[in-house]
């Protein structure tokens, strides 16, 4: 009769898998646009810095390490400087929608004084 030869067999898989830098989880949402270092979620809240793609929009924001983010306020690049100036024309924006707001809703009371509405 035959003879029963009894094998295991392994397979190898190969994942490429990003690690957070700063806390080695096995996730990473977002990356350092100048160092290239990989942040989970929760690191990137508290050393990661987010530049918004546009002043009423966001989609390709910037991503940076706080180190990174204060090495480039010293020499900043093309890139920095233009996602530093979106996050000030929107704080210009939001500024003069306040005084806009406030002058319109001072106008409006005027004119409802005047007509006696």
Known sequence: MGQ????????????????????????????????????????????????????????????????????LQAKPTPVWTAYRTIVWLRVESESFQKQFDEKRKRAEEQLNKLIGA
């Open 4 to 71: 029963k030869i009894e094998t295991t067999m392994k397979k190898t898989i190969k994942k490429e898998v990003e690690i957070c830098d700063f806390c080695k989880k096995l996730e990473s949402w977002y990356k350092c646009q100048e160092c290239g270092k990989a942040f989970c979620y929760d690191c990137f809240k508290s050393d990661g810095v987010q530049y918004p793609q546009g002043v009423y929009f966001s989609g390709k924001d910037g991503h940076y390490c706080k180190p990174c983010d204060e090495k």
